[in-house]
């Protein structure tokens, strides 16, 4: 994974990010948003993969039911933000990839394998997002009320 800041305009920072080939998306994301300290984020991106586990999240369950692609996917989408999540940037992403025969899947983005690449684009904000977890869904979202009051 290589990442190279393109651009500093009024305190926001654009990156463009490329995986290599076998690079888990994931991690290469996190791992870019900790070493930039990335504390408000989003980003889109390109790629393929030749395997890839998309989740679905399940409120009754309040887990993520797992779907693995065992196949060469186009990256059709890939959309997400970074925010903080008990003081550590955490990366929320959605992808949608499509088949060989023209189907698509999508959801959250649980891991893959890059092959032959994944170019994102990061765009920071100069603002400080935070996660805090809903008790309703157990899910770490956005509190855009946190600080205020």
């Avoid at 955490?90 to 959250?108: Q, S």
């Avoid at 990061?122 to 899910?139: H, K, N, Q, Y």
């Amino acid at each position: 994974m290589k990442i190279r800041p393109v651009d500093e305009t009024d305190g926001r920072r654009t990156f463009v990010l490329v995986c290599d080939r076998h690079d888990d998306p994931v991690e290469a994301l996190a791992g870019a948003a900790k070493r930039f300290d990335l504390r408000a984020a989003s980003l889109s991106g390109i790629g393929a993969f030749s395997g890839v586990t998309i989740g679905f999240f399940d409120r009754s369950r309040r887990d993520y039911i797992r779907r693995v692609i065992r196949e060469q996917v186009e990256v059709l989408t890939l959309l997400g933000n970074i925010a903080l999540d008990q003081g550590e940037p955490r990366v929320h992403v959605h992808v949608v990839v499509g088949r060989a025969d023209g189907t698509a899947m999508g959801g959250h983005l649980l891991g893959g394998s890059v092959d032959p690449t994944l170019e994102v684009t990061i765009v920071e904000s100069p603002a400080t997002l935070r996660r805090r977890t809903d008790p309703g869904s157990g899910l770490a979202l956005i509190d855009l009320d946190w600080g205020s009051g």
